[in-house]
């Protein structure tokens, strides 16, 4: 399995309050992404990172933001988390933007 | 936005079945395509690649066909370890999207013995 980590694995906030979701990767991939999924919706792209410093917007970018530091962390930030942000959020990395993706176990974030 | 459709299912099949799933996507110039295998509360895993000529693993063979724009994946010989919901992703390559997936929403598989 590839190196992938994220924490919390499962998180409950309030509305209103700010959160961070964290992705580590321990393979040194370039690309790294944020995905979003619901019954009804599949697998949709918030954000993504194509190196250091270098992100750009997904499928369903609103109310999110993410940073990457360094090669093996990337994060995402939901600023002001509402209920419709309750979902199960996955990472995945890829060695090269057109390569297959792997994903990390997935944080299930519940927003009251 | 580009499109990646699939039959949601569910498909109930008994075991030992032989049962092929397609996927279908709008972006004639899409390159890259993918079968994923998601079990419930899980995160999604790759299964194969989909090779122009077509790939074999197993019980496990996947096709592209370019002219109708669908990609396939059949299993033969079912267990009930199958019983899954199987994703296919197919990249972007124009623009930005080159450096993206595009998922279908699934089509869930149910083995029954």
């Known amino acids: 399995d590839a190196g992938i980590t994220q924490s919390p694995r499962h998180k409950v906030t309030e509305t209103g309050t700010p959160v961070t979701l964290r992705c580590h990767q321990t393979?040194?991939?370039?690309?790294m992404y944020w995905y979003r999924q619901d019954p009804g919706h599949g697998l949709r792209l918030i954000h993504y990172?194509?190196?250091?410093?270098?992100?750009d917007k997904g499928e369903v970018s609103d109310g999110y933001s993410v940073s990457r530091s360094k090669t093996e962390d990337f994060l995402l930030t939901l600023e002001s988390a509402t209920s419709s942000q309750t979902s199960v959020y996955f990472c995945?990395?890829?060695?090269?933007?057109?390569?297959?993706?792997?994903f990390g176990p997935g944080t299930r974030l519940t927003v009251t | 936005r580009k499109e990646v459709e699939q039959d949601p299912g569910p498909f109930n099949v008994p075991e030992g079945a032989t049962v092929a799933f397609n996927c279908t996507y709008s972006?004639?110039?899409?390159?890259?395509f993918f079968w994923y295998r998601q079990d419930c509360r899980k995160e999604p895993k790759l299964l194969m690649s989909?090779?122009?000529s077509g790939n074999e693993d197993g019980r496990f063979t996947a096709q592209l066909n370019r002219a109708s724009q669908y990609i396939s994946l059949l299993i033969r010989d079912s267990k009930l370890s199958d019983s899954a919901t199987y994703l296919c992703?197919?990249?972007?390559?124009?623009?930005?999207?080159?450096?993206?997936?595009?998922f279908g929403k699934g089509t869930k598989l149910s083995v029954i013995p």
């Open positions: 972006n004639s110039a899409s390159q890259s």
């Open positions: 393979e040194n991939h370039r690309y």
């Open positions: 995945a990395i890829s060695p090269t933007g057109d390569y297959e993706q792997y």
């Open positions: 989909v090779y122009s």
């Open positions: 990172s194509y190196g250091v410093k270098d992100t």
């Open positions: 992703a197919v990249n972007d390559p124009s623009g930005a999207g080159s450096y993206q997936l595009t």
